[in-house]
T-cell receptor, first 112, second 116 residues
């Protein structure tokens, strides 16, 4: 059974600081997704990582994938309050079928 | 970008009744649709995968007779919660993808179901 573990589950940080969220998974996969969810809302797609070594950046967020280590990271640079949300990673367990297993999510709070 | 809608956005029903939730892909043909449920402050759990014109594939532990899924067209899938009980109260989210390997899935806005 595929397990997807995120850490930390809760993250409180000051504006302007940097931090990294980690996503480990237990089986082979080369497709990993990061999503953002605001309270009461659905998921917003942030990044799709499709190969080992993939790195994508959008604004203050940068995601990377190491398929050998089965690890993805979501790095936050110079956090701002608007980044406060819950961030999920998800792993495709059937080679492109997009049958996803989600991590438990990281609730990020950025304090002024 | 691709848009997926859900209706209703929220619903309150009495225990024992059935509730139907619609998921539509507005600007693309969705060969595959996924249904998830999310309990408060928890992650998303895949319930079932449906392909247009065929029976849905349910995940382990999901009762197919309780959660009826129909994917009758390339733009519409429905989830019917039959004989709903309070423990079925949850946030139900659908997603849809096209038929290209490069396609990713696009998520609907979700439906909050409360069973009294």
């Amino acid at each position: 059974e595929l397990k997807v573990e995120q850490n930390p589950l809760f993250l409180s940080m000051q504006e302007g600081k940097n931090y990294t969220i980690y996503c480990n998974y237990s089986t082979t996969s080369d497709r990993l997704y990061w999503y953002r969810q605001d309270p009461g809302k659905s998921l917003e797609s942030l990044f799709v990582l499709l190969s080992n070594g993939a790195v994508k950046q959008e604004g203050r967020l940068m995601a990377s994938l190491d398929t050998k280590a089965r690890l993805s990271t979501l790095h936050i640079t110079a956090a701002v309050h608007d980044l406060s949300a819950t961030y999920f990673c998800a792993v495709d367990i059937q080679g492109g079928s997009e049958k996803l297993v989600f991590g438990k999510g990281t609730k990020l709070t950025v304090n002024p | 970008g691709a848009v997926v809608s859900q209706h209703p956005s929220w619903v309150i029903c009495k225990s024992g009744t059935s509730v139907k939730i619609e998921c539509r892909s507005l600007d693309f043909q969705a060969t595959t649709m996924f249904w998830y449920r999310q309990f408060p402050k928890q992650s998303l759990m895949l319930m079932a995968t449906s392909n247009e014109g065929s029976k849905a594939t349910y995940e382990q532990g999901v009762e197919k007779d309780k959660f009826l899924i129909n994917h009758a067209s390339l733009t519409l899938s429905t989830l019917t919660v039959t004989s709903a009980h309070p423990e079925d109260s949850s946030f139900y989210i659908c997603s849809a993808r096209g038929d290209s390997v490069a396609d990713t899935q696009y998520f609907g806005p979700g439906t909050r179901l409360t069973v009294l």
